[in-house]
């Protein structure tokens, strides 16, 4: 019998259609990123329920604040708006290859934008901090509570493994590969991620309460730190991990940033424009979230003081597009807030 060598067996795929599938399996994980954050965007534009007029929470709010406090919530939007002036100056130049890149610092500007916004609106809550642990505890607290619509307000629950997700009906549903087409597919993605990101918060906490031998938890016939944890266990930690949101969501762009993951993405074959028109539109909507929390709190007339204020790259910019098409008519006879893409 003729022996078989390489030489005479005939491939099932050309070297050239191997490749496009080598591709395609190392973009999956940038992929999945990708729908995720397109899919917080849908469910966002196609939530009815996604302004600020029928929330009890905002309509409630306010504040006592003094110069001193109106000078430092001034300083800390100063920093959202720079941030966010950054993430657009680099969303405008457009080139695919450019953006692939730029994903090393789009990313954190992504995040901490819209930390510097929530930390405003928190600072009228007289909720000063710069801990993101403390934050991300408080914020939880807050989606709960009703403070933001339903189109960003749900949230996940409950101890690993069996979290529960609240406010998005169809997060049960079986998410695909494929970029978010229909409500339900956009649902059963943000729930894939809630889920994901709860767990490595949970598995995050289990390590740092194992590795600390006046916290960890021991056999009790043995004494020895247990390598293994049941359900009970587990249900000890829940406490320590709050509520999982959209913010703790927004927190792994800051994680991925500063990882060998992002190296990943950029190798990856995604669309880049999409994902950057993602984060901004993200962004948009949540800042003026923010703002129009902080308006609130100060006053109309206060808030417009500010930003006549902004130093010069940020006059007559954005800032004052989302002054005049989303906070103003809060103040209006519509008194209602709307996401706008204008700004």
């Known amino acids: 019998m003729k022996k078989v060598t390489n030489e005479n067996v005939i491939p099932l795929f050309t070297e050239e259609q191997i490749k496009p599938e080598e591709t395609w399996r190392k973009s999956i994980p940038a992929q999945v990123f990708l729908n995720y954050f397109f899919a917080i965007n849908y469910h966002i534009q196609h939530t009815d329920d996604n302004g600020l007029d029928n929330l009890t929470f905002f309509r409630e709010h306010h504040a006592n604040l003094d110069e001193k406090d109106l000078e430092a919530v001034g300083k800390i939007l100063l920093t959202s708006w720079s941030t ?39 600072y009228t809550l007289n909720i000063k901090t710069n801990s993101a642990e403390l934050i991300s505890r408080e914020v939880g607290r807050l989606v709960v509570r009703n403070a933001y619509p339903r189109a960003v307000g749900y949230y996940a629950a409950g101890p690993y493994p069996d979290f529960t997700i609240h406010r998005l009906p169809l997060a049960g549903y079986k998410p695909s590969l494929q970029i978010p087409e229909k409500e339900i597919d956009a649902q059963a993605q943000i729930g894939q991620f809630l889920r994901t990101t709860r767990r490595l918060r949970a598995q995050t906490i289990r390590n740092q309460v194992q590795n600390n031998n006046q916290t960890a938890l021991r056999s ?11 359900a009970q266990h587990w249900s000890q930690i829940t406490w320590r991990m709050g509520y999982t949101t959209l913010f703790d969501l927004l927190s792994r762009l800051r994680i991925s940033s500063s990882h060998k993951e992002i190296d990943r993405f950029v ?73 706008s893409s204008a700004a």
């Open 267 to 339: 190798e990856a074959d995604i669309d880049f424009k999409l994902f950057h028109e993602c984060l901004l539109d993200i962004v948009r909507y949540l800042n003026g979230i923010h703002e129009s929390y902080v308006a609130k709190a100060i006053g109309l007339e206060k808030y417009q003081q500010l930003v006549d204020a902004l130093p010069a790259h940020l006059q007559n910019s954005f800032v004052t597009a989302r002054l005049q098409d989303t906070i103003e008519p809060i103040f209006g006879s519509s008194n209602t807030y709307r996401l």
């Open 220 to 230: 009790p016939k043995t004494g020895k730190v247990l390598e293994k944890w049941n």
């Open 84 to 122: 966010e002036y950054a993430l657009r100056a680099t969303a405008e130049l457009g080139s695919e290859d450019y953006l692939r890149h730029a994903l090393h610092w789009t990313f954190p500007q992504a995040y901490y934008t819209i930390f510097a916004g929530l930390q405003a609106f928190l």
